[in-house]
């Protein structure tokens, strides 16, 4: 059975700091895994999807890594922003319904001005 | 292009009463996806629907819940005799016709509470 971690579950850092958000899940394989960002009171909003057989991707200052042998993936944000406070979420797919969503419980990031 | 749509955003319901959730997928998506969010948890797979279709609700509770995606209009959410325990977040997602896993794309929530 697949299970999502994310590591911490808050964070706080003041501004310009870069910072790595972690997320770890128990069967290494997986189609692909998907980062979003959820704003309180709000919806989601994908940040980036990296597939099985890519090692990470990039959006702007955001960088997603994925090591699937070791279960884990990284979310590095540079030079972080108070804009850049939100709850962050990782998600792979169920493999045996990959439709089904699995998701971390997020990370709660504050930057303060 | 307007995004995956649902309303209402915020609903109050009492003990008892019915709520009907509303998702209006993004263009040209046909797949349809509904989580819940309960207070202080992640988000959990519900059922996923294509038109007309239920194609799993493993995630629905067995009873008071259903859904349903119409030939036309919106897909439906219902939940009859709302408990205190229903109070969450719910959101719909939606793909396109493509094969899977593909990117889901959500819309922005309805907030139950019932009193």
């Keep these: 059975k697949q299970e999502v971690t994310q590591i911490p579950a808050a964070l706080s850092v003041p501004e310009g700091e870069n910072l790595v958000l972690n997320c770890s899940f128990t069967d290494s394989a997986i189609y692909n895994l998907q980062w979003f960002r959820q704003d309180p009171g709000k919806g989601l909003t994908s940040l980036l999807l990296i597939q099985s057989s890519q090692r990470e991707q990039t959006s702007g200052r955001l960088n997603a890594s994925l090591d699937k042998s070791s279960g884990r993936s990284t979310l590095y944000i540079a030079a972080s922003q108070p804009g850049d406070s939100a709850t962050y979420l990782c998600a792979?797919?169920?493999m045996d319904s990959s439709y089904k969503l699995i998701f971390g419980s997020g990370t709660r990031l504050l930057v303060r001005p | 292009n307007a995004g995956v749509m649902q309303n209402?955003?915020?609903?109050v319901r009492r003990r008892g009463q019915e709520a009907r959730l509303r998702c209006s997928p993004m263009k040209g998506h046909s797949h349809v996806y509904w989580y819940r969010q309960l207070p202080e948890e992640g988000l959990k797979f519900m059922v996923?629907?294509?038109?007309e279709n239920i194609i799993d609700e493993s995630g629905m509770p067995k009873e008071r819940f259903s859904a349903e995606f119409?030939?036309?209009g919106p897909?439906?959410?219902?939940?009859?005799?709302v408990v205190r325990g229903d109070s969450a977040a719910y959101f719909c997602a939606s793909s396109p016709e493509d094969s899977?896993?593909?990117?889901?794309?959500?819309g922005p929530g309805t907030r139950l509470?019932?009193?």
Excluded at chain 2, 75 to 81: A, F, G, V
């Design chain 2, 8 to 11: 209402p955003r915020h609903l």
């Design chain 2, 75 to 81: 897909s439906i959410l219902r939940i009859q005799q």
């Design chain 2, 100 to 106: 899977y896993p593909d990117e889901q794309f959500f």
């Design chain 2, 48 to 51: 996923y629907l294509q038109k």
């Design chain 2, 70 to 72: 119409p030939k036309e």
């Design chain 2, 113 to 115: 509470t019932v009193l």
């Design chain 1, 92 to 94: 792979v797919p169920w």
